[in-house]
């Protein structure tokens, strides 16, 4: 993926491959790519240890899936049930289901449930071959209950091969057993939580839904304001059932605007215009039944596209970032390369990441390796195909 552009639409036929190639790994980063015998008249080979692969491999950037909710307990299967049987998201969110439900049995999991139930997700993503997985809070709703998410996030990341980087998703929806307006809550937040979050460094994002039901433009203002003026990075859940918030990704400089499966011709060119990464999250859109993410149309407008899972227990339980890249791909009209693209270095820059999602000198030596020769069978099996070999920063880890 080394060379290709961060925005705009990508031919497969400007894809870089080398044949027969073999990656130098020096404390966990590239030192070098070549072909295998030139690699090996570089190395000093005493002091190194060497893994010839005797077989046919395709090896790809570990991949990054920059948009997730693993950090939670229970199950929402009575809302997929309801929205099968015609209920929409917000009828069943206003009946008592929706977030407001996970976030009831977050609350009661202790902060020990949860590290296990992010470790047994983040180990399944590993066996995918993704190396970097963001993880939001926003089941929590209060500043205790934040707190115990993002630190239960930090536990498990420190447990684990795989990078967790952690997101505060503080403003998820409002809490409806929240003493106060929803103006309140949103101050509470900025005054109280967000210096917690610098003082135990348990995260650099904050992130908030803008949505019918959660949070307006107008209300979240202040929330971004106070992040911005504290250094953090800003995200936002945008145009996912009603558009808005990509404008406010846009006006506030956000790394990343995520989902935008509403957005339309204005705000495509708003974000193609901007340096926000635009992120599809299919995931959402088979498990919810509605529309993609205009993909397509980002991409031709010179848009940055990533692609994420949305791995959550209501909208997205799927969790197959590669199994959803690829269906994206296919009802989006994608080259393989930008689906690549966007589960590697674009996905990457989603969070402001530099350091991974390319195979290139610098690079942290996250590797995934699929049996063959031909890069295409990956996204035609729809992941079914697994990957034979994960390395993270040089060492096999599966």
């Not at 197959?320 to 590697?344: C, D, P, R, S, Y």
């Amino acid at each position: 993926m080394s060379g290709l552009a961060l925005k705009g639409s990508i031919k497969d036929d400007s894809l870089p491959i080398v044949p027969n190639a073999g990656i130098w790994i020096e404390h966990g980063f590239i030192k070098s790519i070549d072909t295998y015998q030139t690699l090996k008249k570089k190395v000093p080979l005493a002091a190194t240890e060497i893994m010839y692969l005797e077989k046919d491999y395709v090896g790809l950037p570990g991949f990054v899936d920059a948009h997730t909710h693993i950090c939670y307990a229970g199950t929402r299967a009575q809302d997929y049930a309801l929205r099968n049987a015609g209920k929409s998201y917000l009828e069943i969110a206003k009946a008592g289901g929706g977030i407001w439900d996970t976030v009831t049995q977050t609350r009661k999991a202790s902060e020990t449930t949860l590290i296990k139930g992010i470790i047994q997700r983040a180990k399944r993503h590993l066996m995918d071959g993704i190396t970097t997985i963001e993880v939001k809070s926003g089941y929590g709703l209060s500043v205790t209950e934040e707190l115990k998410m993002l630190r239960a996030i930090k536990e498990a990341n420190s447990q684990i091969e795989t990078d967790l980087i952690a997101t505060c998703l503080a403003a998820h929806t409002f809490p409806k057993d929240y003493r106060g307006n929803i103006s309140d809550y949103v101050e509470e937040m900025t005054a109280h939580l967000f210096p917690l979050l610098k003082e135990e460094r348990l995260t650099n994002r904050v992130d908030a839904f803008i949505e019918e039901g959660a949070f307006s433009n107008k209300v979240i203002t202040p929330y971004f304001e106070k992040a911005q003026e504290m250094g953090f990075d800003i995200t936002v859940h945008a145009d996912q059932f009603s558009t808005g918030g990509s404008e406010v990704a846009v006006n506030f400089k956000a790394v990343s605007a995520d989902h935008l499966e509403v957005s339309s011709n204005k705000e495509i060119s708003l974000l193609a215009k901007s340096n926000v990464i635009a992120t599809a999250l299919p995931g959402a859109s088979i498990g919810l039944g509605c529309s993609f993410t205009p993909a397509r149309k980002i991409l031709d407008a010179g848009g940055a596209l990533a692609i994420a899972s949305d791995w959550n227990p209501g909208s997205a339980p799927m969790g197959n970032l590669v199994a959803q890249a690829a269906m994206l791909g296919t009802f989006q009209k994608l080259t393989n390369a930008e689906v690549f693209a966007g589960i590697t270095f674009r996905a990457a820059a989603a969070l402001n990441k530099k350091d991974r999602g390319r195979l290139e000198v610098g690079c942290m030596g996250d590797i995934v390796a699929y049996p063959g020769a031909d890069y295409r069978e990956i996204l035609y099996q729809q992941g079914s195909l697994k990957p034979s070999m994960v390395w993270k920063k040089g060492q096999l880890i599966s």
